[in-house]
């Protein structure tokens, strides 16, 4: 890149923390870093405590000043960035579970892009994979810079596998059938070849435990409720298959989209 990419990350919870440390720690100046965030003082002595303060913006500024824009915000609150102005050829990257790039961009009168990414802890510790769609040469980029291993797919529809792979590590501490993962594997491998690839990364991030109990409570930090990992770790100890249980991984990523998708668009005054 000839000159500094200015970023800006709405939203400053698990991920918006993650890659704003990440940036940093991998030379992006706190100058060309825009942070906002609900105003909640817990999260105001997050950002103290990393040393942001100095990137604190109001949303108006991140998005009229930034080449970039990782939304990182709540579903809920993503209708409140409509009515802002954009600088001109601002890209918008939204992390949010579920929302399609047709629903976003009657949000932002801007290019639109989806992307997911594995958890906050592997980011930090330059162990995360990430997709993006469609691709964009400047979010690779930034994937690459701050060790981002990334993955491409097709289509939009592919995230919902990305999604159920980015969930794979917690799967696997729960299920000790190596010939049922296997196969599980190789059969969504079918439909997204990288799956393979996706799954030698989750043996690779699974942390050692002292104790029976230490790993059912890191299991149960991964799991959101209502959420991908949720669906495949109910379903394993339901008993069912590992491949079912992906697959019901998978359909969950669907059902969000298929929910929230609805109520966003008629919520939202379409940009003419």
């Known amino acids: 890149m000839k000159r500094n990419v200015k970023i800006g990350i ?3 919870g698990h991920l918006g923390q993650a890659i704003s440390r990440s940036l940093i720690n991998h030379g992006f100046v706190k100058e060309d870093i825009y942070i906002s965030y609900k105003g909640n003082p817990a999260t105001f002595e997050k950002i103290e405590k990393l040393g942001l303060t100095v990137c604190l913006s109001e949303n108006e500024k991140i998005f009229s000043e930034t080449d970039i824009v990782f939304l990182a915000v709540k579903p809920q609150d993503v209708e409140s960035f409509q009515a802002m102005e954009l600088m001109k050829n601002t890209l918008v990257v939204s992390c949010l579970a579920g929302l399609s790039t047709e629903i976003l961009k009657k949000i932002f009168n801007t290019q ?8 906050p802890d592997t980011i930090v510790a330059e162990k995360g994979i990430a997709t993006v769609y469609p691709y964009n040469e400047l979010v690779s980029y930034i994937f690459q810079k701050i060790k981002l291993q990334f993955f491409e797919i097709s289509n939009e529809s592919e995230i919902d596998i990305f999604t159920a792979g980015v969930c794979l590590p917690a799967a696997l501490l729960l299920e000790d059938n190596e010939f049922a993962i296997k196969e599980a594997i190789n059969e969504i491998g079918k439909d997204y070849p990288a799956f393979l690839d996706i799954y030698e990364w989750a043996k690779g991030v699974l942390p050692l435990f002292n104790a029976e109990s230490e ?18 770790i109910n379903s394993l100890k339901s008993g069912e298959s590992f491949l079912t249980a992906l697959r019901n991984g998978i359909g969950r990523s669907r059902d969000i989209s298929q929910k929230i998708n609805p109520i966003l668009e008629s919520n939202v005054k379409t940009f003419r």
């Not at 639109?112 to 958890?119: A, Y």
């Not at 799991?223 to 495949?232: D, P, R, W």
């Open 10 to 12: 709405a939203g400053f």
């Open 215 to 232: 790993k059912t409570e890191y299991i149960s930090k991964m799991i959101t409720k209502g959420g991908v990992t949720e669906a495949i």
């Open 112 to 119: 639109i892009f989806r992307m997911m990414v594995s958890g």
